[in-house]
């Protein structure tokens, strides 16, 4: 699963016109989509999840919540190089700046958005297999030993946080945790408990995407998403249902155990960094439905 998802995890570009150069045609159309995002497992108080489990050397847990903010969101064309359908937000995350218009999100609500993608009808669609999600942030709701965090994980360099710093809610706002003074302060230190590798990412189809994308994958059968029948139809009804099984981890450790908030701050990663583009841990049930 990993290889095939190195072809299509880029796949963040075209459904609005642009060729991978960034040039327009002249063969776009609209449709008017409402698309529902909601998390059936979380959904029921915020207390669905809330399970932990290790593998000898991290710990994997299922978080409570997962909310922040949304950038774009793409159904990816399998086989097809560089071609999705965006079907909310930015319609092209490739090249969207860090400051980008974001939608408030979580999963444990239902999320209503109604847009207007737009799309190259010279391109013949096809069979999607999984989607693509721009964040700019997450916030992660997490029980370590019984006790609740809530840890923000930044995925683009804004609002004062840079791309891959960790902050943890204190009361009603959010701290970075110090790793030279090891304190929790309200300023951005210079050397803040961060995902490296979320830092230092730079994706190699298109090195000035400054968003760090996620995979979602389909646990339903493949669309298919034709660009001859989205011509004939008036709109697109969308219904995403995630689940976010294991989504983040703690990093070195076996136990859970006497952990404190310096600690979680500190140890948390998410899946898709520890274990690949091929397992993110998060999942997406999708419906769509074409209007006539």
């Not at 304190?183 to 230190?189: D, E, I, K, N, S």
Request: charged share 15%; hydrophobic share 45%; proline share 5%.
């Amino acid at each position: 699963m990993t290889n095939r998802v190195l072809v299509l995890l880029f796949i963040v570009a075209s459904v609005t016109g642009c060729d991978s150069d960034g040039t327009k045609d002249n063969s776009n159309i609209e449709l008017e989509a409402h698309t529902v995002m909601t998390s059936s497992t979380l959904s029921s108080g915020k207390s669905a999840a809330r399970s932990a489990k290790s593998d000898g050397a991290n710990v994997f847990l299922t978080p409570t919540n997962v909310s922040g903010e949304a950038v774009s969101l793409l159904f990816a064309i399998s086989g097809v190089p560089d071609e999705g359908i965006v079907i909310f937000g930015e319609a092209r995350p490739d090249i969207a700046p860090a400051n980008a218009t974001t939608f408030p999100f979580d999963f444990a609500t239902q999320l209503a958005i109604v847009s207007t993608p737009s799309f190259d009808t010279s391109r013949p669609g096809g069979q999607s297999e999984h989607m693509v999600v721009i964040f700019a942030y997450m916030d992660f709701d997490i029980t370590v030993d019984s006790q609740d965090h809530v840890v923000r994980v930044a995925l683009v360099s804004n609002n004062g946080m840079q791309r891959g710093d960790k902050l943890i809610q204190v009361g009603s706002g959010f701290q970075w945790y110090d790793l030279d003074t090891n304190t929790l302060t309200a300023t951005r230190p210079s050397n803040p408990a961060r995902i490296t590798f979320l830092e230092t990412w730079v994706d190699p189809v298109r090195p000035i995407m400054v968003f760090y994308p996620f995979n979602a994958f389909m646990t339903n059968p493949a669309l298919t998403l034709l660009t001859s029948v989205l011509t004939a139809s008036s709109g697109l009804d969308i219904i995403l249902n995630y689940n976010v099984q294991d989504m983040v981890v703690l990093e070195g450790v076996a136990s859970t155990a006497g952990l404190v908030a310096a600690d979680v701050i500190q140890l948390l990663n998410v899946k898709q960094v520890v274990q690949g583009l091929g397992d993110s841990g998060l999942e997406v049930h999708s419906v769509a439905t074409l209007l006539p």
